[in-house]
């Protein structure tokens, strides 16, 4: 399986980016996938995370009630709808799926200006 991000940038304070995470592959082994961040310095944490039908969705409660997680699995593709951004969201994103192994993309960098 191959994760690709897309989305990040620069955005200020406030506004909103739409990270997306294509899948291809064995995508059908695929289960639980998730976003994670790191920012500099820190460790990588997770950010949300969805199961396989979309029906169950998790957030962290720094991200909860701004972000929303979803997928399309007929087109084998996650998203990260990031709104009111604030400057402590700044940090490479990473995609993250679960099918008998743990699969990660290669990140994409979201930096939110004050």
């Known amino acids: 399986v191959q994760l690709v991000e897309s989305g990040g940038g620069l955005a200020q304070a406030g506004g909103s980016l739409r990270l997306s995470c294509a899948a291809s592959?064995?995508?059908?082994?695929?289960?639980?996938m998730g976003w994670y961040r790191q920012a500099p310095g820190k460790q990588r944490e997770l950010v949300a995370a969805?199961?396989?039908?979309?029906?169950?969705?998790n957030y962290a409660d720094s991200v909860k009630g701004r972000f929303t997680i979803s997928r399309d699995n007929a087109k084998n593709t996650m998203y990260l709808q990031m709104n009111r951004l604030k400057p402590e969201d700044t940090a490479v994103y990473y995609c993250?799926?679960?099918?008998?192994?743990?699969?990660w993309g290669k990140g994409t960098l979201v930096t939110v200006s004050s």
């Open positions: 993250g799926a679960r099918g008998g192994m743990d699969y």
């Open positions: 592959g064995s995508t059908f082994s695929i289960n639980v």
């Open positions: 969805i199961s396989r039908g979309g029906g169950t969705t």
